[in-house]
């Protein structure tokens, strides 16, 4: 089995560590962040042994080893986590997460854990994108916009990536009109682009639109995603920067 980490994906699933933490534990998962990965594992083994029922000390010890790249122990500590408690959807959704991410032959199992994550908790923020991101990969195309579609009628929906697997579902599908209709709709020049072939297919899109603020916009937001991880901007996207200037 290959594992395929990149900073992106760690810088991502950060921010989804903190979307899906409930608040009691959050103060203790903070208080990990300033120390050694010996330290985190030291202490999170010791508060596993003093709360044997929860299931969350399990999830937390296996984002630290994901962010560590060791891949067995991220799938043993989720593992443990569901077995642990059978009901525990985070657990479900962030093994689908780390599969879909990491290993794309196992989809199928990837969209049966997300299917368990959202049959335990179907209000629950992220878990449609995650099964919209999986169906795409599968080119469901019809049945990622639904996904994506569900995640949008939750009132903290992440509507960049939402509209990401929307975009890109109706690129795959050549379906044009539909697809310039939601650009001109929606305005998505200023989110956060999690992917860049994804950001300059946004720019350029825009551009066939004749809509060169946006298109510019799309760009610019690339280069400041470059820019604060420190970065060197890709030769194709300072050229798109320098026409912009013009």
Same mark, same amino acid.
């Given at each position: 089995m290959k594992f395929l980490f990149s900073f992106c994906f760690l810088l991502f699933t950060g921010v989804l560590f903190s979307q899906e933490l409930p608040e009691k534990y959050t103060d203790f998962y903070n208080s990990t962040f300033e120390m050694d990965f010996k330290s985190k594992i030291k202490l999170l083994n010791k508060t596993i042994k003093e709360n044997p029922k929860d299931p969350w000390y399990l999830w937390m010890l296996a984002s630290v080893y994901e962010m560590q790249n060791e891949p067995k122990k991220v799938v043993e500590n989720y593992e443990k986590s569901v077995k642990l408690d059978p009901n525990f959807s985070a657990g479900y959704a962030s093994l689908a997460r780390f599969y879909y991410t990491n290993d794309t032959t196992?989809?199928?199992?990837?969209?049966?854990?997300?299917?368990?994550?959202?049959?335990?908790?179907? @209000? $629950?923020?992220?878990?449609?994108? !995650?099964?919209?991101?999986?169906?795409?990969?599968?080119? #469901? %195309?019809?049945?990622?916009?639904?996904?994506?579609?569900?995640?949008?009628?939750?009132?903290?929906?992440?509507?960049?990536?939402?509209?990401?697997?929307?975009?890109?579902?109706?690129?795959?599908?050549?379906?044009?009109?539909?697809? @310039? $209709?939601?650009?001109?709709?929606? !305005?998505?020049?200023?989110?956060?682009?999690?992917?860049? #072939? %994804?950001?300059?297919?946004?720019?350029?899109?825009?551009?066939?639109l004749g809509d060169l603020k946006k298109s510019c916009n799309c760009f610019e937001s690339l280069a400041r995603n470059y820019e604060e991880t420190g970065q060197t901007l890709p030769a194709d996207l300072v050229l798109k920067l320098k026409k912009c200037k013009k």
């Amino acid at each position: 089995m290959k594992f395929l980490f990149s900073f992106c994906f760690l810088l991502f699933t950060g921010v989804l560590f903190s979307q899906e933490l409930p608040e009691k534990y959050t103060d203790f998962y903070n208080s990990t962040f300033e120390m050694d990965f010996k330290s985190k594992i030291k202490l999170l083994n010791k508060t596993i042994k003093e709360n044997p029922k929860d299931p969350w000390y399990l999830w937390m010890l296996a984002s630290v080893y994901e962010m560590q790249n060791e891949p067995k122990k991220v799938v043993e500590n989720y593992e443990k986590s569901v077995k642990l408690d059978p009901n525990f959807s985070a657990g479900y959704a962030s093994l689908a997460r780390f599969y879909y991410t990491n290993d794309t032959t196992r989809l199928d199992m990837a969209l049966t854990y997300i299917n368990k994550a959202i049959e335990l908790s179907p @209000n $629950a923020d992220y878990f449609h994108i !995650d099964q919209g991101r999986i169906y795409l990969l599968q080119k #469901k %195309y019809d049945l990622a916009i639904k996904s994506a579609e569900q995640e949008l009628l939750k009132p903290e929906a992440n509507t960049d990536e939402v509209y990401e697997i929307i975009v890109k579902s109706l690129y795959a599908q050549k379906k044009t009109e539909e697809l @310039n $209709a939601l650009l001109k709709r929606v !305005d998505l020049s200023n989110g956060w682009m999690y992917e860049y #072939k %994804y950001g300059v297919m946004l720019g350029v899109l825009y551009g066939n639109l004749g809509d060169l603020k946006k298109s510019c916009n799309c760009f610019e937001s690339l280069a400041r995603n470059y820019e604060e991880t420190g970065q060197t901007l890709p030769a194709d996207l300072v050229l798109k920067l320098k026409k912009c200037k013009k």
